[in-house]
């Protein structure tokens, strides 16, 4: 361990002194360019830019150049002055993370009168000339303007992410949970089962920034996507918005009894609402309101200068679509911002959220009361410092503490109190017992960076980093607790530990931005394991039998190297290439699961905390194209090689046999990503995002092993098509707005002004599964399709104005043509409700239509809006 330590301080060491940088991941923007005189095109040295409302600004070099960094995401007026010459003012600047918006200044002579200046009023560009990988940027009137409930949604309209048929995220062929989260800076994940468990509300996202391919050094631990949400703060001025969404107005024909045609119910269905079972109570934040409730504020707090504020709430009871199932949100998050000196800010967050949830399972269609739900929380506080020491240095500190906790269970028993479940005469719907699952979970994060960037000159900002992440892992876990079930028990508490540090250099100069950098990651498990798992025990010289001795299990470490380029080939177009390896250490569960090493059961499973992290080499190129005043085409080209993917081995030891987790999963995926993007003009903006993927590989799961070793199947050897191959996506997005005061005007009025209507398409072709014909042949694994998916989404929002308040009407409506979407077949007929024979066990009409076969039908809802 100590020799672990000091090695592990020694790569940090070399990292620190190699720059004179250490940096935060992206929450801020830069803005650079060159001021020239009007007449001549020279450039101006000592010409001052300073950005309005802020402290922050530059002065011209010898050259004309200037840059100013540290400036959260926005928008800004920026403003160039000099004796002798107008001021010049450039509105509607727009920041983004990380990347750098080029404001050039054309200085023209004056005869120093006082007041005169040019106004410019700058477009967000078409091409961003910096960015060296595909990228997208998601604003926050973007976000709330479109028809989705969540940011997650979002994703999915973007090129390079689809879903499964359990509407999990995949990016660009990588298996789910390949994503890491960020908000203002810090790791937001469940280190136990990984991914983002809490919620975020729409209103607090200042910007959201994509990275669906590779990426820069600073961001680690995820294999295929980063997503870096920056969140609002308070401004000078004091704003709110209140937003009501209705429940889904429409009859779902799934909670009526006999809901498929010619399809009798088993047993008398009866429609249960979890609204009927909530009281009014306002410290639990219960009450039996149906729909979504959304405030927030912002502004100052007028006793403590340079101190502001931003809260949102969010409120949700919804019943599903389905015959049963809900979801009870509460989501609260708080910003203050303090600016102690036009060189020093700090600001401290918080968010808590709630989410108690049933999901549709069809056998507990009749019993459901008796069907486990879960209770997920999650508690995040957060700390920034950043301290600017100059025009070109700043550092950034920054502490989080960020906890998960989920509890799932039969109402409100302990599994001491669980029946067994026993099914009707269908041998499919369960009519008396208690589902088989129980959990208590808590995972508690504490995480911490110390950060600096440094622009050297008008060409190189340095960035280099540090964090670490301490984990405190405690489970307990129960499945078939009853006498004569398997009665499984998993409890434990561990503490692994992560610290990671990067270098970093961004090179800009007109013709070529060049991204190099290297990371180094650390982890720690913190646990023991036998020394071979391939050998729980074995009997000594006298035959005694010895159960194999623990040791402890070695400290992992990955070296990722990353480079991207960017080469102006014109003012209209911009080629790319990246490079890079990315590692992404294994969800704890993986290296603690069955802590005990109970080996009773039959065919069980246990955790390997000596699997190695899972490594993507992935390398992308592609063109950014100008095509007019409006239009942007950008085409990307990628490939990755995915190995030591996290899988399971079965094991015969001395007649026993069991599973444990191992790194022996591969995969290889290769497509491109195309965008066509129309910026905002003549009331109209939209894009259209198209992926082709062609993703293989030997297992689309950890656990595929496990259910070969069940079905007593050799795991692949070779390649096949992935569970979540999907050869076509593709996500149309079309605004439409008319600012207020504008538009056609009718007798007098203008009826649409302020009208905002958000269309959302899009389709996806089938995903692969495996046709069943005889047991006597063998069909190859995921070769047959399901039929393509498509829905048409819109909100349309109008807004009235009463004074300073704005009062909006929404219409906001999913799968407007009610298209039925299949997710899953049956694998004799490629159906979702035909299983192609009959009198098997437990088969039946009612079992067989099952209506999470098929996606969600059309949901309409509607809703009144207020913002001041």
Avoid at 175 to 201: C, H, Q, S, W
Avoid at 458 to 474: D, P, Q, T, W
Avoid at 644 to 661: A, C, P, R
Wanted: glycine residues 8%; charged residues 20%; negative net charge.
């Amino acid at each position: 361990m100590k020799k672990n330590l000091m090695k592990i301080g020694l790569y940090l060491s070399i990292v620190i002194l190699l720059v004179p940088s250490i940096s935060l991941a992206q929450t801020v923007g830069k803005i650079g360019g060159v001021a020239r005189e009007a007449a001549t095109g020279e450039p101006l040295p000592g010409v001052n830019v300073l950005i309005e409302g802020t402290t922050l600004g530059g002065a011209c070099n010898f050259n004309g150049e200037y840059f100013i960094i540290n400036i959260p995401p926005g928008t800004y007026t920026v403003r160039a002055t000099m004796i002798g010459y107008k001021t010049v003012r450039v509105t509607n600047v727009q920041v983004h993370i990380g990347l750098t918006t080029q404001v050039d200044f054309d200085m023209e002579p004056t005869i120093l009168e006082i007041g005169e200046e040019v106004v410019v009023v700058a477009e967000r560009p078409l091409l961003q000339k910096d960015v060296t990988s595909k990228m997208s940027i998601v604003s926050s009137n973007e976000l709330i303007n479109m028809p989705v409930e969540s940011f997650q949604d979002v994703l999915t309209t973007k090129a390079g992410f689809t879903t499964d048929a359990e509407g999990n995220i995949h990016v660009r062929g990588g298996r789910t949970g390949e994503i890491a989260y960020m908000v203002d800076g810090m790791y937001v994940e469940d280190p136990l089962y990984g991914g983002f468990k809490g919620m975020m509300n729409k209103d607090a996202i200042e910007e959201m920034i994509l990275l669906s391919g590779t990426f820069n050094a600073e961001y680690g631990n995820a294999m295929s996507s980063i997503v870096n949400i920056v969140t609002k703060e308070g401004g000078e001025s004091f704003h709110g918005k209140f937003e009501y969404t209705s429940p889904m107005l429409n009859q779902s024909s799934y909670r009526t009894k006999n809901p498929f045609a010619g399809v009798e119910d088993t047993y008398e269905y009866v429609e249960k609402s979890i609204i009927d079972k909530l009281k009014f109570k306002p410290l639990s934040l219960e009450a039996p309101v149906n729909g979504i409730i959304s405030l927030s504020l912002s502004g100052p707090i007028p006793q403590v200068s340079d101190l502001s504020f931003f809260i949102s709430g969010r409120f949700k009871n919804e019943d599903s679509y389905l015959p049963h199932g809900y979801s009870l949100q509460r989501d609260g998050f708080g910003k203050l911002t303090y600016s102690a000196s036009p060189a020093l800010k700090m600001s401290l967050s918080g968010q808590l959220t709630e989410n108690k949830f049933q999901s549709y399972s069809h056998a507990w269609k009749y019993l459901s009361e008796n069907q486990a739900h879960s209770i997920q929380n999650t508690n995040r506080l957060g700390l920034t410092l950043t301290h600017t020491i100059s025009n070109s240095l700043f550092y950034t500190a920054q502490v989080s503490r960020f906890v998960n906790d989920l509890k799932t269970q039969v109402g409100d028993k302990q599994p001491q109190d669980y029946v067994r479940g026993q099914t009707g005469e269908t041998v499919y719907f369960y009519v008396k017992g208690d589902d088989s699952r129980y959990a208590d979970n808590q995972t508690t994060t504490y995480s911490g960076k110390v950060d600096l960037t440094y622009q050297a000159n008008n060409y190189h900002l340095f960035k280099s980093g540090i964090e670490f992440k301490s984990h405190n892992i405690k489970v307990y876990e129960e499945s078939q607790p009853w006498p004569g079930g398997a009665q499984y028990k998993d409890e434990y508490t561990r503490s692994p530990f992560e610290i990671a540090g990067y270098i970093q250099d961004k090179i800009e100069y007109d013709y070529l931005i060049v991204n190099l950098g290297l990371r180094l990651d650390y982890a720690d498990p913190k646990t023991t394991m036998w020394e071979d798992i391939r050998r729980f025990g074995y009997f000594d010289e006298n035959n005694n039998w010895i159960i194999a001795p623990e040791t402890n299990v070695a400290a992992k470490t990955q070296l990722s190297p990353r480079i991207g380029l960017a080469h102006p080939i014109t003012d209209l177009a911009v080629l790319h290439f990246s490079y890079g390896h990315f590692f992404q250490n294994p969800d704890y569960n993986a290296l603690y699961y069955n802590q005990v090493k109970d080996l009773s059961t039959s065919l069980p499973l246990v955790g390997n905390p000596g699997v190695k992290a899972q490594k993507t080499v992935a390398y992308e190129t592609g063109i950014k194209y100008k095509l007019a005043d409006d239009w942007a085409l950008d085409i990307s080209a990628w490939y990755k090689d995915i190995t030591d993917l996290l899988s399971t081995l079965h094991i015969t030891y001395l007649s026993k046999g069991y599973v444990v987790f191992y790194n022996s999963d591969y995969a290889s995926v290769k497509g491109f990503d195309l965008t066509l993007r129309k910026r905002y003009s003549n009331y109209f903006s939209g894009s259209i995002d198209y992926t082709f993927m062609i993703a293989k590989g030997n297992n689309s799961q950890p656990l595929g092993g496990y259910i070969n070793a069940f079905e007593q199947e050799e795991i692949p050897h070779q390649e096949y098509y992935l569970d979540f191959d999907q050869r076509h996506d593709v996500a149309v997005t079309l605004n439409f707005f008319i600012p207020k005061d504008q538009g056609p005007e009718i007798f007098g009025i203008k009826p649409f002004s302020d009208f905002n209507l958000n269309i959302l398409f899009q389709a996806a072709s089938g995903l692969p599964y495996t046709p069943y014909v005889d047991p006597t042949v063998r069909i190859e694994i995921n070769s047959g399709r399901k039929s393509w998916t498509s829905t048409l989404d819109f909100r349309m929002i109008k807004r009235f104005w009463f004074s300073n308040i704005a009062a909006g009407v929404f219409v906001e409506v999913t799968n407007l043509l009610n298209k039925e979407n299949v997710r899953y077949v049956y694998s004799r007929t490629g159906k979702p409700f035909d299983t192609g024979v009959a009198g098997l066990v437990g088969s039946s009409p009612d079992a067989n239509y099952n209506p999470n076969h098929i996606g969600p039908p059309r949901i309409i809802k509607a809703g009144v809006q207020f913002t001041w």
